[in-house]
């Protein structure tokens, strides 16, 4: 069965601090992995990684992906309050039917 | 501003009572994935339709769930008869059969009592 599987699930830290956020997966004829960021409200999409070892970065989030030992992280430096959010990460097969979701890491940042 | 989007916001009902969710995916987009999402299980993929055909809804309890895509511009998913385990956020995603990024609307709370 597929999965998804996201450490740790939750992480509480100060502003300022940088985070490792992680996901592993188990996946039939995998396509490709997606991060997303949910607030209050639907999940919105940050990056799609395809390729083992190309970072993608936008702004102070940056991801990268290991196809060889099937995980991926998502790192925030300069954590700031508005990063507060539930961190989702998906991987789709590779027919593109079946976008498999981990539970997410809830992120907490204080001022 | 292209966008998916859900009716109803909010729903609460009785138990029994059927529910229907409609969603209207992106202009243009080809592949609806329908989601529920609780606390326990977080997003659970339930259905998902490429140019308006089922390719796989065996995420659906199919003795009381049934999603159906009548034109390419609605979605629906439905619930008979609905039960109090049902209560969860149900959202839709739409995307394109080259395939990016899934897009979400802003889901349907469902609260059956």
Known sequence: EDKVVQSPLSLVVHEGDTVTLNCSYEVTNFRSLLWYKQEKKAPTFL????SSGIEKKSGRLSSILDKKE???ILNITATQTGDSAVYLCAVLNQAGTALIFG???????SS | DARVTQTPRHKVTEMGQEVTMRCQPILGHNTV?????TMMQGLELLAYFRNRAPLDDSGMPKDRFSAEMPDATLA???????????SAVYFCASGTQGYTEAF???GTRLTVV
């Open chain 2, 104 to 106: 979400f609307g802003q």
């Open chain 2, 76 to 86: 629906t998913l439905k619930i008979q008869p609905s039960e109090p385990r049902d």
């Open chain 1, 47 to 50: 990056f799609m990684l395809t």
């Open chain 2, 33 to 37: 994935f329908w989601y529920r999402q």
């Open chain 1, 70 to 72: 099937l995980f991926s």
């Open chain 1, 103 to 109: 539970k997410g890491t809830t992120l907490s940042v």
